[in-house]
Protein backbone atom coordinates (compact mmCIF):
# COMPACT_ATOMS: atom_id res chain seq x y z
CA UNK A 1 0.00 0.00 0.00
CA UNK A 2 1.15 3.35 -0.70
CA UNK A 3 -0.40 6.74 -0.08
CA UNK A 4 0.55 9.69 -2.01
CA UNK A 5 0.34 13.45 -1.02
CA UNK A 6 0.85 16.36 -3.52
CA UNK A 7 2.01 19.78 -2.40
CA UNK A 8 3.28 23.19 -4.27
CA UNK A 9 0.46 23.93 -6.23
CA UNK A 10 -1.12 27.45 -6.50
CA UNK A 11 -1.43 30.39 -8.80
CA UNK A 12 1.40 31.75 -11.06
CA UNK A 13 1.55 34.07 -13.99
CA UNK A 14 1.83 33.00 -17.45
CA UNK A 15 5.91 32.08 -17.92
CA UNK A 16 6.30 31.35 -13.86
CA UNK A 17 7.36 28.32 -12.36
CA UNK A 18 6.17 26.22 -9.85
CA UNK A 19 7.64 23.05 -8.01
CA UNK A 20 5.49 20.52 -6.75
CA UNK A 21 6.27 17.68 -4.97
CA UNK A 22 4.40 14.30 -3.74
CA UNK A 23 5.61 12.65 -0.31
CA UNK A 24 4.84 8.65 -0.68
CA UNK A 25 4.84 6.30 2.25
CA UNK A 26 5.59 3.14 2.40
CA UNK A 27 8.79 1.59 2.22
CA UNK A 28 8.42 -0.43 -0.79
CA UNK A 29 8.19 3.64 -2.55
CA UNK A 30 11.55 2.51 -4.27
CA UNK A 31 10.00 -0.58 -6.21
CA UNK A 32 7.58 2.27 -7.87
CA UNK A 33 7.68 3.71 -11.40
CA UNK A 34 6.14 7.66 -10.22
CA UNK A 35 3.96 9.57 -12.59
CA UNK A 36 2.52 12.86 -12.31
CA UNK A 37 -0.85 13.61 -14.45
CA UNK A 38 -3.27 16.64 -14.51
CA UNK A 39 -7.36 16.84 -15.29
CA UNK A 40 -8.54 20.34 -16.40
CA UNK A 41 -12.37 21.03 -15.61
CA UNK A 42 -14.62 19.42 -18.47
CA UNK A 43 -11.08 17.55 -20.35
CA UNK A 44 -9.49 13.81 -19.25
CA UNK A 45 -6.80 13.01 -17.27
CA UNK A 46 -3.83 13.78 -19.36
CA UNK A 47 -0.09 12.14 -18.61
CA UNK A 48 2.25 14.97 -18.11
CA UNK A 49 5.79 12.67 -16.97
CA UNK A 50 7.00 9.63 -15.06
CA UNK A 51 10.05 8.30 -13.78
CA UNK A 52 11.26 5.15 -13.29
CA UNK A 53 11.85 3.40 -9.81
CA UNK A 54 15.78 3.92 -9.60
CA UNK A 55 15.08 7.52 -11.67
CA UNK A 56 17.22 5.87 -14.60
CA UNK A 57 14.74 6.68 -17.20
CA UNK A 58 12.17 9.66 -17.46
CA UNK A 59 9.04 10.01 -20.00
CA UNK A 60 7.33 13.90 -20.53
CA UNK A 61 4.49 14.58 -22.64
CA UNK A 62 5.34 16.56 -25.96
CA UNK A 63 3.61 19.75 -24.74
CA UNK A 64 6.28 19.81 -21.53
CA UNK A 65 9.13 18.59 -22.81
CA UNK A 66 12.34 20.70 -22.38
CA UNK A 67 10.38 22.91 -19.73
CA UNK A 68 9.54 20.26 -17.42
CA UNK A 69 11.71 17.87 -14.81
CA UNK A 70 10.56 14.96 -12.77
CA UNK A 71 13.11 13.45 -10.52
CA UNK A 72 12.85 11.12 -7.16
CA UNK A 73 14.93 10.62 -4.27
CA UNK A 74 13.82 7.27 -2.84
CA UNK A 75 15.73 8.11 0.78
CA UNK A 76 13.16 10.86 1.16
CA UNK A 77 10.17 8.76 -0.63
CA UNK A 78 9.54 11.95 -2.82
CA UNK A 79 9.31 12.28 -6.52
CA UNK A 80 9.14 16.54 -7.51
CA UNK A 81 8.19 17.74 -10.75
CA UNK A 82 9.79 21.21 -11.42
CA UNK A 83 7.30 23.22 -14.07
CA UNK A 84 9.20 26.14 -15.73
CA UNK A 85 7.49 28.54 -18.70
CA UNK A 86 3.90 27.84 -17.49
CA UNK A 87 1.12 28.70 -19.77
CA UNK A 88 -2.53 29.37 -18.87
CA UNK A 89 -4.24 26.20 -20.59
CA UNK A 90 -1.72 24.04 -18.05
CA UNK A 91 -4.03 25.28 -15.53
CA UNK A 92 -5.33 21.86 -13.92
CA UNK A 93 -5.10 19.61 -11.13
CA UNK A 94 -1.86 18.14 -10.84
CA UNK A 95 -1.88 14.30 -9.65
CA UNK A 96 0.75 12.52 -8.48
CA UNK A 97 0.49 8.29 -9.09
CA UNK A 98 2.83 4.85 -8.03
CA UNK A 99 2.72 1.94 -10.91
CA UNK A 100 4.00 -1.54 -9.82
CA UNK A 101 4.76 -1.71 -13.16
CA UNK A 102 7.13 -0.35 -15.60
CA UNK A 103 5.11 -0.82 -18.78
CA UNK A 104 3.12 1.91 -20.52
CA UNK A 105 3.53 3.98 -17.76
CA UNK A 106 2.20 6.95 -19.82
CA UNK A 107 -1.46 5.52 -19.37
CA UNK A 108 -3.41 6.95 -16.05
CA UNK A 109 -5.11 3.36 -16.07
CA UNK A 110 -1.61 1.63 -15.32
CA UNK A 111 -1.15 2.86 -12.32
CA UNK A 112 -2.10 1.56 -8.85
CA UNK A 113 -2.25 4.46 -6.53
CA UNK A 114 -3.38 7.97 -6.48
CA UNK A 115 -2.73 11.41 -4.53
CA UNK A 116 -5.60 13.58 -3.90
CA UNK A 117 -3.91 16.22 -6.69
CA UNK A 118 -3.06 19.88 -5.99
CA UNK A 119 -4.68 22.95 -7.83
CA UNK A 120 -2.54 24.82 -10.39
CA UNK A 121 -3.49 27.75 -11.85
CA UNK A 122 -1.72 29.85 -14.61
CA UNK A 123 -3.12 32.99 -15.24
CA UNK A 124 -2.54 35.16 -18.43
Known amino acids: QVQLVESGGGLVQAGGSLRLSCAASGRTFSSYSMGWFRQAPGKEREFVAA????????WYADSVKGRFTISRDNAKNTVVLQMNSLKPEETAVYYC?????????????????WGQGTQVTVSS
Open 51 to 58: ISWSGGNT
Open 97 to 113: AAASGFNDITIATMYDY
